[in-house]
């Protein structure tokens, strides 16, 4: 575990393990270093794997003001900048996702090969194909006096397949638990959804994907409410070394519903691109 500090002096919170060639884990809104459970003990037995909370989650600083893709990026650089680390495979979740390909736009030298996961170009893109009402709303902080329970609910509802959901008993519960534990505050929530999907203006990337030259794997979740297919569909149209995996039967949440068949795509991906 450890901290680097970012340009404007927020503290950027870490972890890696393992040995090999650098994989950076790059996760979504209000996600932190503890949603990679599934991923992190398979890569590290291959790679030296590292982890960091954003800005405004988890161990990391989280001050009240704008965020946005550029000031992410600037943060991950910090930390790579910290490990010593030129180069790496890079592979990023939703917001993650907007944050890899702005990393990779600002220091593509610093990029092997990128994925890709439940994501898109950006908000702020024309291309941008937005959820359903439903979905925004729920993704918005919680209204004044809706209890713990109702929260995890509408959370579930948009964020997991409905199958994954009827497997694990008591998965509510489970949710309310760790919704207690994220300690995120609400303001941190707040500023990392703006600068991901309520600022209309916040990140505009189609133009850019043309200039994409490492291999990407674009993985989507078929039935992923929150990024709708069509955005995944989109890269996959528009960069020019891509492989694209859709997973049947998940959702947004795709590493963690069917954490075998993401962990196989990525690591395939992943060893045919070595160089």
Known sequence: MGYATSKDGTR???EEQGNGEPLVLVIGLGGTVDAWKQQVPF???????????????????APDEPYSMPIFADDLKAVLDDLGITRTA???LSMGGLIVQEFYHRYPHMISRLVLGCTGVGAGDPEYVYPEQDVMDALQPPPEGMDLYQQALRKIEIFYHH?????IPGFVEIIMEKMKDSGQAPHAYRRQLEACVLNKESYW?????????VPVL???????????????????????DVEFVILPNTAHMLFLEDPNAFNDAVNNFLTRTKK
């Open 90 to 92: 890079m592979l990023g």
């Open 218 to 240: 674009v993985i989507h979740g078929a039935e992923d409410r929150i990024w709708p297919l069509q955005n995944a569909q989109y890269l996959a149209d528009n960069i020019s």
């Open 163 to 167: 199958e994954y959901i009827a497997r």
């Open 43 to 61: 890569f590290s037995k291959d790679y030296r794997v590292i982890t960091l909370d954003n800005r405004g989650a988890g161990l990391s600083d």
């Open 205 to 213: 990337n189609s133009p850019r994907l043309k200039n994409i030259s």
């Open 12 to 14: 950027i919170h870490y």
